[in-house]
């Protein structure tokens, strides 16, 4: 089973525009939310998180906000630049036991045009 | 230090051989992840040391598979008998305990032919 669903693969904006990326989760015990950046040929780049206290993170151009009760997250890029052309995926940790292993969504393409 | 590095980036290996990659983590880290990432879907957890104890193995990592961190340094996954469904990218990711988000490598593509 899914446990976090990224449910569009695929993502076209026009730069300086806005980018919303969408993620949802089913299991209640998650506390803890990141999304990765990955570009071709790379690992993933730690991009954001937020804490399941919290309802909006914020860094630069980056916003992160959480809906528990719709048990919703979304990313916000403003503006879009061309770089930020990349696979984003939505993670999220339960730390059960110490651990922080992620259980990741399927990723989403995310293509800025200039 | 330049981050979690992975060798080899690229392995091809024929159905029934054994194959074995190595993770160096940031040096600091005390917290070692494999995942496995095939194509279209995310990573997906394999196994986590803390230090040099292996303290969660996923159901994903069947007897085939062994992992092993010697002295809480480096880290090694071997697959013994690979079958093509073996075929993947393996990705290694290190974390400070209490770290808020971990970091990858840049991953090892395993084909099996």
């Known amino acids: 089973d899914q446990q976090v669903k990224q449910n569009s693969p695929s993502l076209s904006v026009q730069e300086g525009r806005i980018s919303i990326l969408n993620c949802d989760y089913t299991?209640?015990?998650?506390?803890?939310f990141l999304w990765y950046k990955k570009y071709p040929a790379e690992g993933p780049t730690f991009l954001i998180s937020i804490s399941s206290i919290k309802d909006k993170n914020e860094d630069g151009r980056f916003t992160v906000f959480l809906n528990k009760s719709a048990k919703h997250l979304s990313l916000h890029i403003v503006p879009s630049q061309p770089g930020d052309s990349a696979v984003y995926f939505c993670?999220?940790?339960?730390?059960?036991?110490?651990?922080?292993?992620?259980?990741f969504g399927k990723g989403m393409k995310l293509t800025v045009n200039p | 230090d330049t981050g979690v590095s992975q060798n080899p980036r690229h392995k091809i290996t024929k159905r029934g051989q054994n194959v074995t990659f190595r993770c160096d983590p940031i040096s600091e880290h005390n917290r070692l992840y494999w995942y496995r990432q095939t194509l279209g879907q995310g990573p997906e957890f394999l196994t986590y040391?803390?230090?040099?104890?292996?303290?969660?193995k996923s159901r994903l990592l069947s007897d085939r598979f062994s992992a092993e961190r010697p002295k809480g340094s480096f880290s090694t996954l071997e697959i013994q008998r690979t079958e093509q469904g073996d075929s993947a990218m393996y990705l290694c990711?290190?974390?400070?305990?209490?770290?808020?988000?971990?970091?990858f490598g840049q991953g090892t593509r395993l084909t099996v032919v």
């Open positions: 993670a999220a940790s339960a730390n059960e036991g110490g651990s922080e292993k992620l259980v």
């Open positions: 299991n209640s015990m998650f506390d803890y």
């Open positions: 040391f803390q230090n040099e104890a292996q303290l969660e």
């Open positions: 990711a290190s974390s400070l305990s209490g770290g808020l988000w971990a970091f």
